[in-house]
């Protein structure tokens, strides 16, 4: 790596840090929200998607800067690709400096996998959840609309000279 690159290198590790951080915090949160489902309380519910929403946030500016300190990198170490890759920039930088790389990315991919994970279970936990409210809802909603046994269905009818006999007088 050349001497003039050094400082964004060490910038894009810190920023690298800083998103493993904000990573297993979310995937802490996750883990929490499967919990939080099972014992239905909204309240705590609530709390945790405002906690998930954060760190998403979070997440987002943090993923915007490493885009600019890795073409910033780029650009310094010459290569010509302008946005590579971070397993791309470890293998250009090589040494001891492209492994720090190369084991913060697996890090980042093994926590990305777990959250995507735990959040597939949580939605699958929603979705079977809303199933069963949606369920209960028919249920309730045909208990209460009325029969048709007790509706009142006869009519009068004035067809045929007999309308509101109810015996007719036939010799």
């Known amino acids: 790596m050349k001497p003039e690159s050094q400082k964004?290198?060490?910038?894009?590790?810190?920023?690298?840090?800083?998103?493993?951080?904000?990573?297993?915090q979310l995937l802490n949160i996750v883990r929490k929200e499967r919990e939080i489902l099972v014992s239905a309380n909204l309240d705590d519910l609530n709390d945790n998607n405002k906690a998930k929403e954060s760190m998403l946030i979070q997440a987002k500016a943090i993923e915007d800067q490493r885009l600019l300190l890795t073409e910033k990198l780029a650009a310094e170490?010459?290569?010509?690709?302008?946005?590579?890759?971070?397993?791309?920039?470890?293998?250009?930088?090589?040494?001891?400096?492209?492994?720090?790389?190369?084991?913060?990315?697996?890090?980042?991919?093994?926590?990305?996998?777990?959250?995507?994970?735990?959040?597939?279970?949580?939605?699958?936990?929603v979705n079977s959840a809303l199933q069963n409210i949606t369920g209960a809802m028919k249920a309730i909603k045909e208990?209460?609309?009325?029969?048709?046994?007790?509706?009142?269905q006869g009519k009068i009818s004035s067809a045929g000279g007999q309308a509101g006999h109810l015996v007719s007088r036939e010799a």
């Open 77 to 125: 170490e010459g290569m010509a690709d302008a946005q590579p890759k971070l397993l791309e920039m470890a293998v250009h930088i090589g040494g001891p400096d492209g492994d720090k790389l190369r084991n913060m990315h697996a890090v980042l991919d093994l926590l990305m996998r777990r959250i995507k994970e735990f959040n597939g279970y949580n939605e699958s936990l």
């Open 143 to 152: 208990t209460l609309q009325e029969k048709p046994t007790y509706q009142k």
């Open 8 to 24: 964004t290198f060490n910038e894009l590790v810190e920023n690298l840090d800083q998103m493993i951080k904000v990573y297993r």
